[in-house]
């Protein structure tokens, strides 16, 4: 069983300052996701990885695979960023309807 | 952008009683799932379902819980003697295809069992 953990837990920043989000996981997947959760509660599904590293506007996600490790970052990152980011893992089951794996979570604040 | 629609947005129910929270999922996608989230705990995997079937469950998904897509397109998840426990944020999410492509998940509804 795959255990997907997140760290830090809680973060707080400054307007325009870089933010990493660091995820591992212990076992082999087969694609690895980042998540965004607001406080309504609502998930929106930002990246999904399997190798490399990806880029959508002010966000980068990278994943290494030798070390089970990603990472998401945010540049320039702004009060909108607010929300909890959450890394969640698929593992490989030989299927295409794997659940995920989802670790805590990450509480970002991003202050003015 | 297609959408997974969740109904309702919130549901009481008294402890015992049966609930069925329903999830209308993107139209062409064809892999569908549900998970639950208690309050300030990680989201949890409850089942997949693929080909009008269950292709995964979770220890979680136990005899009270079924799924069911009645119609081909509301992709149900019927709790049949709620407990306090399950009071829970429940997420539908549904993907188009196995492996390349990521989720798309509904606003939830959040269930309060009393």
């Known amino acids: 069983k795959n255990e997907v953990e997140q760290s830090p837990q809680n973060l707080t920043a400054q307007e325009g300052e870089f933010i990493t989000i660091n995820c591992s996981y212990s076992v082999g997947i087969s694609a690895l996701h980042w998540l965004q959760q607001h406080p309504g509660g609502g998930i929106v599904s930002l990246f999904m990885l399997s190798s490399g590293k990806k880029k959508h506007g002010r966000l980068i996600a990278t994943i290494n695979i030798q070390e089970k490790h990603s990472s998401l970052h945010i540049t320039a990152s702004h009060p909108r960023d607010s929300a909890v980011y959450i890394c969640a893992a698929t593992s490989y089951s030989g299927g295409g309807a794997d659940g995920l794996t989802f670790g805590k979570g990450t509480h970002l604040i991003i202050q003015p | 952008e297609p959408e997974v629609t969740q109904t309702p947005s919130h549901q009481v129910t008294q402890m015992g009683q049966e609930v069925i929270l329903r999830c209308v999922p993107i139209?062409?996608?064809?892999?569908f799932y549900w998970y639950r989230q208690i309050l300030g705990q990680k989201v949890e995997f409850l089942v997949s379902?693929?080909?009008?079937?269950?292709?995964?469950k979770s220890e979680i998904f136990d005899d009270q819980f079924s799924v069911e897509r009645p119609d081909g397109s509301n992709f149900t998840l019927k709790i049949r003697s709620t407990k306090l426990e399950d009071s829970a944020m429940y997420f539908c999410?549904?993907?188009?295809?196995?492996?390349?492509?990521?989720?798309?998940f509904g606003s939830g509804t959040r269930l309060t069992v009393v």
């Open positions: 999410a549904s993907k188009e295809w196995a492996k390349d492509y990521g989720y798309t």
């Open positions: 139209s062409n996608h064809l892999y």
């Open positions: 379902f693929y080909n009008n079937e269950i292709s995964e």
